[in-house]
């Protein structure tokens, strides 16, 4: 099967922050879960290029938009590999191949009769690059996004007749009730679209950088119609000489922030349905990560948190495991560095850390290095059972954190059956060596399950340490735990989380 996972593309004018690699980090999990499962995936990313804020930014510095992009695309696409992210295509909406297809595709809009020129007046924000209903906007004429004074914009526009869409958007919503996950959101966008749909302007006329309407080159498309559209584009070029709509397309997720809600779960099924395209899967929707102090980050507040400062000081792993762990996953929730650094002690360190040691540790010192060829315990086996099932359809319905909250109770279920087992009383005593040989085969067989359920999370320490265990296997089916264990080797192995000031 196939399945295509996106992040929303980043606007370039933005330095790359802790928002952009939460969004990334969520998708990387799903992909690389998806990709041991055997499932045949697609990992997009990219950059926002377009409209008027990029515009505005290379002007003060006196600068072409173009150059601005080309400077500024090159940061997020150096995020990727810092944060360990397997995307398989990162899409610039500068590409020329994009801009192509934005045209045909909206060209096709326009030849169904779903545009018409008219006169555009409301409150826009230059931010959002949006128009505001009156409805949305804040007392003092703000923004509700950005909280910034709006400005009243006049200007003749090509329309796209979304009004015409409500009665198809209300189907859809009534036959996919996961069409937009979580529920709350899904309501969210229903009742948006049962307040009744306005048409939505599609051009601009003042602007030039961005792409040419080509049925009326004096205007270039709306940037958000341009940016929507990368999730269908990209697939039509990222392989030179290979087309992989038909592969891949209708996406399977597109993962968002709650602010951009109304441009995914309403626009742009309207839109696809207007240019004849099949729409997505799901849309999910996650929350806000804010500061520590439940306020939202900001450097004036002084409670940012910096995924460059967690990487120097933590590692990548510890970075990507904080963020899927400690807010859930379509919730809103506080982070900080005393929280990645306590949960870095506790989790990383003392618990999947310390079993990971001490099971190679042991196996080394009272078998040199030999996992028994035998018979695992039930009573683990039994703690096991079911679990890499669960994990899968966990992430089937994109929740990273309970997966990983059902992995970490068995962590924690290892490291007890470590105490209770206490393989350094049966290593005194020659007539426990059966014993021993079953609990140190089965520690082995637990931390290589764990490990590969967790290998989405932080595929590089994972890596070592199966490499470690002598099994440098990530597929799915390495996770069940098996009833016997065969023989094996393992080689010792740096701590894989060392303690701070160490
Ligand atoms: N360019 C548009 C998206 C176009 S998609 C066709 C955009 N870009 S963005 O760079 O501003 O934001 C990208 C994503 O980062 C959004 O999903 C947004 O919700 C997310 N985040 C930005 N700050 C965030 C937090 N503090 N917490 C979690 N995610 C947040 O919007």
Sequence with gaps: MSFYVTTPIYYVNAQPHL????????????????????????????????????ADAAHALGIE???????????????MPRLDVSNDFFIRTSDPEHEARVQQVLQRVHDNGHVYKGLYEGWYCPRCADFKVENEILEGNLCPIHEIELV??????????????????EQLY?????????????????????????????????????????????????????????????????????????????????????????????????????????????????????????????????????????????????LRFYLMRDVAFGSDGGVGMDAVRARYEAELANEYGNLASRTLAMILRYRDGNVPATATDSELTAEFDGLPEHVASLLDRAEPTQALEAIWQRVRRCNRYVEERAPWVLARDGGSAPQLDQTLASLAAGVRSLSVLLHPYMPASTARLLDALGEPEFAYSHASFPASVNEGRVSPLEPLFPKRGQ
């Design 152 to 169: 009243r914009e006049k200007e003749e526009n090509w329309f796209f007749r979304l009004s015409t869409f409500q009665g198809p958007l």
């Design 65 to 79: 938009p173009k150059e601005l992009a080309d400077r500024n695309a090159e940061r997020f696409k150096a995020l």
């Design 174 to 318: 009534a036959e996919r009730p996961d069409f937009v996950m979580p529920r709350r959101h899904f309501n969210e966008a229903s009742a948006f679209i049962a307040q009744g749909l306005q048409d939505v302007s599609l051009s601009r006329a003042r602007l030039k950088w961005g792409v040419t309407v080509p049925w009326d080159p004096s205007h270039v498309f709306y940037v958000w119609f341009d940016a929507l559209l990368n999730y269908y584009t990209a697939l039509g070029y990222a392989r030179p000489g290979e087309d992989l709509t038909d592969r891949y397309w209708p996406a399977t997720y597109h993962v968002i922030g709650k602010d951009i809600l109304k441009f995914h779960t309403v626009f742009w099924p309207a839109m696809l349905m207007a240019a004849d395209i099949q729409v997505p899967d799901h849309v999910f929707v996650h929350g806000f990560l804010l500061g520590s102090d439940g306020r939202k980050m900001s450097k004036s507040l002084g409670n940012v948190l910096d995924p460059f400062e967690v990487i120097d000081e933590l590692g990548t792993d510890a």
């Design 19 to 54: 928002g952009h690699a939460y969004t990334t980090i969520a998708c990387d999990v799903l992909a690389r879960h998806m990709r041991q499962r055997g499932e045949d995936v697609f990992f997009l990313t990219g950059t926002d290029e377009h409209g008027e804020p990029v």
